[in-house]
């Protein structure tokens, strides 16, 4: 059974930094994209950043360049999203997925990290 369980959220005041961890278990994720998503209240759920299955590329959103850093530890199964200076509008659940090769689309999704920054 495939599973990507994420981890690392709370409540932060703005300006402060958090980590996201998404850890991999069922299988090895070693050849796959993996991304990180957020979904606010009554908004849909919009890409954040992705780190490509070597760890040599990634690609954030707009609005999180600069502050957010994907990261990987193929040896752990594990994905970080390290986010620093942390705005009010950065309140969202965050998901972790990963990307398959063949499929070429997100088929895998974690249960996601509520992430509340007050200001």
């Known amino acids: 059974q495939v599973q990507l369980v994420e981890s690392g959220g709370g409540l932060v005041q703005a300006g402060g930094s958090l980590r996201l961890s998404c850890a991999a278990s069922?299988?090895?994720?070693?050849?796959?994209?993996m991304g990180w998503f957020r979904q606010a209240p009554g908004k849909e759920r919009e890409f954040v950043a992705q780190?490509?299955?070597?760890?040599?590329?990634?690609d954030y959103a707009d609005a999180v360049k600069g502050r957010f850093t994907v990261s990987r530890d193929k040896a752990k199964n594990t994905v970080y999203l390290q986010m620093n200076s942390l705005k009010p509008e950065d309140t969202a659940v965050y998901y972790c997925?990963?990307?398959?090769?063949?499929?070429?689309?997100?088929?895998?999704w974690g249960q996601g990290t509520q992430v509340t920054v007050s200001s």
């Open positions: 069922g299988r090895t994720f070693s050849s796959y994209t």
């Open positions: 780190i490509n299955w070597n760890g040599d590329s990634t």
């Open positions: 997925a990963a990307k398959s090769p063949v499929l070429r689309k997100y088929a895998y």
